[in-house]
T-cell receptor
Framework: AQTVTQSQPEMSVQEAETVTLSCTYDTSESDYYLFWYKQPPSRQMILVIRQEAYKQQNATENRFSVNFQKAAKSFSLKISDSQLGDAAMYFCAYARDDKIIFGKGTRLHILP | GAVVSQHPSWVICKSGTSVKIECRSLDFQATTMFWYRQFPKQSLMLMATSNEGSKATYEQGVEKDKFLINHASLTLSTLTVTSAHPEDSSFYIC????????????FGSGTQLSVL
């Protein structure tokens, strides 16, 4: 069965600094999607970034980028120039067919 | 971008009553919708997968008779918590996939259920 592991329950970063959130997953499939979702205090789930497993190029969305290591089954999220609005719970997710599996999340604190 | 509307945002009910939560895709057709439950400071737990026109597929441990899911159209899925009890109090979130592909998954804003 597929699993998603986020080993950092909480992290803190100074405003304007860079932080990396870790995510590993386990699957025997070769074609799938990986996501990072942000859940702020409003609890609305917001898509941060998406990676297609068959694409070797790491996805980038403005200040957010991923380091996708398919062989290592690793999918980390880098947030550059951290802003106060980035404070939230971040969930890594794996999706294939009709299934999407979430990690337990990492709570990110931004220190002013 | 695609919008998923979930209603109500908040509901308080007495123990033993039933509560219906609606999830609508406003600008796309969603052949598949998902229902999640989220406890405080925890991740989303998939309860069931809802496909338009067919019975929902429930995850192991989720009571089908307690959590009734209906996906009657390509834009609407409902979750009914029947005979609610305090332990059913939780945050419920729906999500939908446009066009049946899990390339993008859009979430509703969630429903906080409190059972007295």
């Amino acid at each position: 069965a597929q699993t998603v592991t986020q080993s950092q329950p909480e992290m803190s970063v100074q405003e304007a600094e860079t932080v990396t959130l870790s995510c590993t997953y386990d699957t025997s499939e070769s074609d799938y999607y990986l996501f990072w979702y942000k859940q702020p205090p409003s609890r609305q789930m917001i898509l941060v970034i998406r990676q297609e497993a068959y694409k070797q190029q790491n996805a980038t969305e403005n200040r957010f980028s991923v380091n996708f290591q398919k062989a290592a089954k690793s999918f980390s999220l880098k947030i550059s120039d951290s802003q106060l609005g980035d404070a939230a719970m971040y969930f890594c997710a794996y999706a294939r067919d009709d299934k999407i599996i979430f990690g337990k999340g990492t709570r990110l604190h931004i220190l002013p | 971008g695609a919008v998923v509307s979930q209603h109500p945002s908040w509901v308080i009910c007495k123990s033993g009553t039933s509560v219906k939560i609606e999830c609508r895709s406003l600008d796309f057709q969603a052949t598949t919708m998902f229902w999640y439950r989220q406890f405080p400071k925890q991740s989303l737990m998939l309860m069931a997968t809802s496909n338009e026109g067919s019975k929902a597929t429930y995850e192991q441990g989720v009571e089908k008779d307690k959590f009734l899911i209906n996906h009657a159209s390509l834009t609407l899925s409902t979750l009914t918590v029947t005979s609610a009890h305090p332990e059913d109090s939780s945050f419920y979130i729906c999500s939908a996939i446009p066009g049946g592909s899990n390339e993008k998954l859009f979430f509703g804003s969630g429903t906080q259920l409190s059972v007295l």
